[in-house]
T-cell receptor
Framework: GAVVSQHPSWVICKSGTSVKIECRSL??????MFWYRQFPKQSLMLMAT?????????EQGVEKDKFLINHASLTLSTLTVTSAHPEDSSFYIC?????????????FGPGTRLLVL | GQNIDQPTEMTATEGAIVQINCTYQ??????LFWYQQHAGEAPTFLSY??LDGLEEKGRFSSFLSRSKGYSYLLLKELQMKDSASYLC??????????WGAGTKLIIKP
């Protein structure tokens, strides 16, 4: 099956620093990638939709100046959490949309755990 | 508004069969997905239905009725490793995935 990687898998940082998370589709091109956040025992929350070559579309309540998204190529999207604070500690998951004929599927990366001290 | 409903939690016995239901009301429909998510891990793709009927894949089957806005995931011969959350998601008319809150499945020996 299709593979999506995320790096790093774990980040511990001090409050006020910025953290960059990379999401790569390894064996297919993804014109659209998604960034989710999941707090413990809660469901996935879509943060933004990342389109290659254009600006990301953010969900309501997500600060676009705090969560910078760059979809530089058909296989790479990055999420930068700027000036991270303890409340940003969460599990960040990316997914990549893959079209195969009429079948559209989202494949998820393994996720990145962010802990802000 | 758009809404997807599935039970919060279910319990079943190892070796048994369990059916997880999902009902949806969305603006348009371009398919329904089931994902499995183990605690602390990202979701993994299980199935995709866009036409009415039953799709079987090993121990897992997924059913869709578009007229009723209803789907279920059927898990047979349950194993302890099937303990996980199962997420129902619908692709709406804008090709956005609308997620259910997930069903936590607990398997008991």
């Amino acid at each position: 099956g299709a593979v999506v990687s995320q790096h790093p898998s774990w980040v511990i940082c001090k409050s006020g620093t910025s953290v960059k998370i990379e999401c790569r589709s390894l064996d297919f091109q993804a014109t659209t990638m998604f960034w989710y956040r999941q707090f413990p025992k809660q469901s996935l929350m879509l943060m933004a939709t990342s389109n290659e070559g254009s600006k990301a579309t953010y969900e309501q309540g997500v600060e676009k100046d705090k969560f910078l998204i760059n979809h530089a190529s058909l296989t790479l999207s990055t999420l930068t959490v700027t000036s991270a604070h303890p409340e940003d500690s969460s599990f960040y998951i990316c997914s990549a949309r893959r079209l195969a004929g009429e079948l559209e599927t989202q494949y998820f990366g393994p996720g990145t755990r962010l802990l802000v001290l | 508004g758009q809404n997807i409903d599935q039970p919060t939690e279910m319990t079943a016995t190892e070796g048994a069969i369990v059916q997880i239901n999902c009902t949806y009301q969305t603006s348009g429909f371009n398919g329904l997905f089931w994902y499995q998510q183990h605690a602390g891990e990202a979701p993994t793709f299980l199935s995709y239905n866009v036409l009415d009927g039953l799709e079987e894949k090993g121990r897992f089957s997924s059913f869709l009725s578009r007229s009723k806005g209803y789907s279920y995931l059927l898990l047979k011969e349950l194993q302890m490793k099937d303990s996980a959350s199962y997420l129902c998601a619908v692709l709406d008319s804008n090709y956005q995935l609308i997620w259910g809150a997930g069903t936590k499945l607990i398997i008991k020996p």
